[in-house]
């Protein structure tokens, strides 16, 4: 990871989390740069494939809502976290190798829910995929 600005540790600090959790890791997720309002990460396309060699549909989901949720939750703040509760993707280009680089903006940041749109790209920039999660806001017990 390579940009956090200090409110973005002291929260992740503060829920005792490592950003993506394990499905991020065994992705080979790589996180650049994490707030609320703008998040980057990328993933290797070798190890994420579906039988034809293109990238899994599901993969650019799971990197989609891995940097949505987390930008989500660093939005949340602390004693509160944010779950996904709706994803949608469109998927308009294969990517057969090199990274996938993911870009998430905050469309809503509100008190309870949260918006992001979420842009995968290949190592040309040319778009991929484009994500929408909404995640809902709920307080720690």
């Known amino acids: 990871m390579t940009q956090l600005d200090a409110q973005t540790q002291a ?16 992705m080979g997720i790589e996180f650049v740069k994490l707030s609320a309002d703008h998040s980057i990460a990328r993933m290797p396309a070798v190890g994420n494939r579906q039988p034809v060699g293109f990238v899994h549909g599901g993969a650019y ?3 989609a809502e891995t940097l949505g949720s987390v930008s989500a939750n660093i939005h949340a703040g602390e004693g509160r976290y944010a779950v996904g509760v709706d994803l949608n993707a469109t998927h308009t280009r294969s990517i057969e190798s090199g990274w996938v680089t993911a870009e998430c903006r905050a469309i809503h940041l509100g008190g309870s829910m949260t918006v992001h749109e979420i842009v995968c790209t290949d190592d040309q920039g040319r778009r991929a995929s484009t994500i929408r999660i909404t995640n809902f806001i709920k307080r720690r017990r």
């Open 61 to 63: 989901c799971v990197i």
């Open 11 to 26: 929260v992740l600090e503060a829920q005792g989390e490592r950003p993506g959790g394990e499905l991020a890791q065994k």
